[in-house]
């Protein structure tokens, strides 16, 4: 596993990706169009598991171990972020712009997100 002293592009890519969001609800404001940003945790897809220098021990437990870091004690499903997704293009919404939704288990809450 990576150090999280290794992970500067991720967090500039991360940072970089929030303010944009901010700057284009800014800039599309005035013509109604709302500019909104989701940050999912660990998500349970495939993706998440291709991990190929891995026996599949390793990856279970190092799966295991991921899920048990989310204070909600799991992983995400990919339906509990279209949910949001769903929630945050509809009407209900209406009054939200520039804004990122962490729908990561409360990982951002503990401050570690590395």
Same mark, same amino acid.
Not at 14 to 40: E, H
Not at 83 to 109: H, P, R
């Given at each position: 596993?990576?150090?999280?002293?290794?992970?500067?592009?991720?967090?500039?890519?991360?940072?970089?990706?929030?303010?944009?969001? %901010?700057?284009?609800?800014?800039?599309? *404001?005035?013509? =109604?169009?709302?500019?909104?940003? &989701?940050?999912?945790?660990?998500? /349970?897809?495939?993706?998440?598991?291709?991990?190929?220098?891995?026996?599949?021990?390793?990856?279970?437990?190092?799966?295991?171990?991921?899920?048990? %870091?989310?204070?909600?004690?799991?992983? *995400?499903?990919? =339906?509990?972020?279209?949910?949001? &997704?769903?929630?945050?293009?509809? /009407?209900?919404?209406?009054?939200?712009?520039?804004?990122?939704?962490?729908?990561?288990?409360?990982?951002?809450?503990?401050?570690?997100?590395?």
């Amino acid at each position: 596993m990576a150090s999280a002293h290794l992970v500067s592009a991720y967090a500039a890519s991360k940072g970089g990706l929030i303010s944009l969001t %901010r700057q284009l609800a800014l800039d599309y *404001g005035v013509d =109604n169009i709302r500019v909104l940003g &989701v940050a999912p945790g660990t998500i /349970d897809t495939g993706m998440s598991r291709l991990y190929k220098s891995h026996s599949e021990e390793e990856l279970a437990e190092m799966y295991k171990d991921w899920g048990s %870091r989310h204070p909600i004690g799991r992983h *995400g499903q990919p =339906n509990e972020i279209a949910q949001v &997704v769903m929630f945050l293009a509809s /009407d209900q919404a209406s009054f939200m712009t520039g804004e990122t939704v962490c729908v990561d288990g409360g990982l951002m809450a503990k401050g570690v997100w590395a």
